[in-house]
């Protein structure tokens, strides 16, 4: 059968056995006024939800939110936990230092914390050298022996060919973007100097449109009003 999700705020003083009130009351509604058999149980309970805006306008994004977890189906109340749907944590085609800066914003902003001083820290690093290059390498596999087009990965995997590297079908290419254009992770042949560090920034600002809905200029806080 088909399952899906909806949301819906209760008081914070509802109790576990409360959940399950509230979803037997939804399935009498629904099947009184829609006239339509449907099982609802309760999943988890977060304490303070964030959903992004979908880009164009400010309307919800589908099927993508973050929250701060503390109660879960079958283990009760749990230590608060952050767990996001649908962002870009779950790239892997995605720099880790871009992934782990938006795991950081989403879990200070959920927790009440200021997010502006953790995005002009990266900034910093970023623009010092000061990250290191492991961290800032996109990875993807290479997918066919021949591209009519060929993306960069595959341009990365053949200017490690000249390094004498050999990248075949299924091997995944770890690539840098430089002021010397793409070029392979390999054996340490890229330095922090290198990086081309306004190509990061526009992935950083990519990142904190689709997760918190604005770029960064040093007003991220007053925005989000935290």
Not at 30 to 50: A, H, N, Q
Not at 178 to 204: R, W
Request: net charge positive; aromatic share 10%.
């Amino acid at each position: 059968s088909d399952t899906d999700s909806v949301f819906v705020v209760i008081p914070k003083d509802t109790t576990e056995e409360g959940y399950y009130d509230l979803a037997r009351y939804l399935e009498l509604c629904i099947r009184e006024r829609m006239g339509v058999d449907i099982t609802v149980e309760p999943d988890k309970l977060f304490s303070r939800i964030y959903f992004p805006r979908r880009g164009g306008d400010s309307t919800a994004a589908k099927k993508k939110y973050a929250g701060l977890v503390t109660w879960r189906k079958g283990k009760g109340r749990i230590k608060p936990a952050v767990e996001t749907v649908g962002m870009e944590t779950v790239r892997s085609d995605w720099p880790q230092a871009i992934k782990d800066l938006q795991k950081l914003v989403v879990s200070e902003y959920l927790t009440g914390g200021r997010v502006t001083p953790l995005v002009s820290e990266f900034v910093t690093m970023l623009k010092k050298g000061q990250i290191p290059v492991e961290q800032l390498a996109l990875s993807k596999s290479i997918s066919k022996a021949d591209y009519k087009v060929e993306p960069h990965h595959v341009q990365a995997a053949k200017k490690a060919e000249k390094l004498g590297y050999k990248f075949y079908v299924g091997d995944k290419v770890q690539y840098v973007y430089t002021y010397f254009g793409i070029q392979p992770l390999v054996n340490g042949n890229v330095k922090p100097e290198h990086v081309d560090v306004n190509y990061y920034l526009g992935l950083m600002n990519n990142m904190l449109e689709r997760t918190v809905g604005v770029r960064y200029d040093g007003t991220l806080d007053q925005y989000l009003g935290v």
